[in-house]
């Protein structure tokens, strides 16, 4: 063999070694980031997971706040129907007159009772929080203005909701971001093209963090 050849031989054994070494690094580095990617999609699935149950809990209040508000309804309506069937045995004078103060109270006392209802859905909708401490008319277990209404609960709900989607769209992130990191551990001899995968990878892994991290502050 010649000295050129030679040197041929011994430059190419080089490359292959250089080469080598390089796809070894990659390896390595993608393999700490499936590591570091798959933790963090661990975290965000269990914050995630906290999250559904309290969009669950929000709208399974919305479900038992509006039965609550429409019976409410059912009896004003009740009431209502009541009022106008005295005002109108009052008017037609078929009241005796020693009786019509019997029927005056009992107008008086339904008229309180609508009011009442009245009050109580109000609350029932909008919640404590947002009426004057005057107009509570509405007890939880025997408290005063401890109601959180309809309408607060399906903004909860929808807030919930919103936050949950974000942490769904950063973990499906996190998941292509470690196939893309498979990927560049089962290529081999090709440091180049392992190095467009890992920056890849990062690229999607630093997207996932981001989504998880904007879930979680838009969460309640």
């Known amino acids: 063999m010649s000295k050129e050849e030679l040197q041929n031989t011994n430059q190419g054994n080089n490359d292959m070694v250089e080469v080598s070494?390089?796809?070894?690094?990659?390896?390595?580095?993608?393999?700490?980031?499936?590591?570091?990617?798959?933790?963090?999609?661990?975290?965000?699935?269990?914050?995630?997971?906290?999250?559904?149950?309290?969009?669950?809990?929000?709208?399974?209040?919305?479900v038992n706040?509006?039965?609550?508000?429409?019976?409410?309804?059912?009896?004003?309506?009740?009431?209502?129907?009541?009022?106008?069937?005295?005002?109108?045995?009052?008017?037609?004078?078929?009241?005796?007159?020693?009786?019509?103060f019997v029927v005056n109270e009992q107008i008086q006392e339904t008229k309180r009772l609508i009011e009442k209802y009245g009050a109580e859905k109000t609350e029932i909708l909008v919640g404590s929080a947002n009426i004057a401490k005057a107009e509570w008319?509405?007890?939880?277990?025997?408290?005063?203005?401890?109601?959180?209404?309809?309408?607060?609960?399906?903004?909860?709900?929808?807030?919930?909701d919103t936050s949950t989607k974000k942490f769904d769209l950063g973990m499906l992130f996190f998941q292509i971001s470690i196939v893309l990191g498979a990927v560049c551990i089962i290529i081999y001899d090709n440091p180049k093209l392992q190095k467009a995968f890992i920056t890849l990878m990062i690229l999607f892994g630093i997207i996932g963090i981001l989504m998880s991290v904007y879930g979680y502050m838009l969460a309640p």
Request: hydrophobic share 45%; proline share 0%; net charge negative.
């Open 137 to 160: 008319a509405q007890d939880l277990d025997g408290e005063m203005g401890k109601i959180v209404g309809v309408k607060e609960w399906e903004q909860l709900a929808d807030e919930y």
């Open 65 to 100: 706040y509006s039965s609550w508000y429409q019976s409410k309804s059912i009896k004003e309506s009740l009431k209502e129907g009541e009022l106008d069937y005295l005002q109108t045995l009052l008017n037609t004078g078929m009241i005796a007159d020693e009786k019509q």
């Open 21 to 62: 070494v390089a796809s070894e690094r990659a390896e390595a580095v993608g393999g700490v980031l499936i590591a570091f990617f798959a933790a963090l999609m661990a975290i965000s699935q269990m914050v995630n997971g906290e999250l559904e149950e309290e969009m669950l809990i929000a709208h399974n209040k919305v």
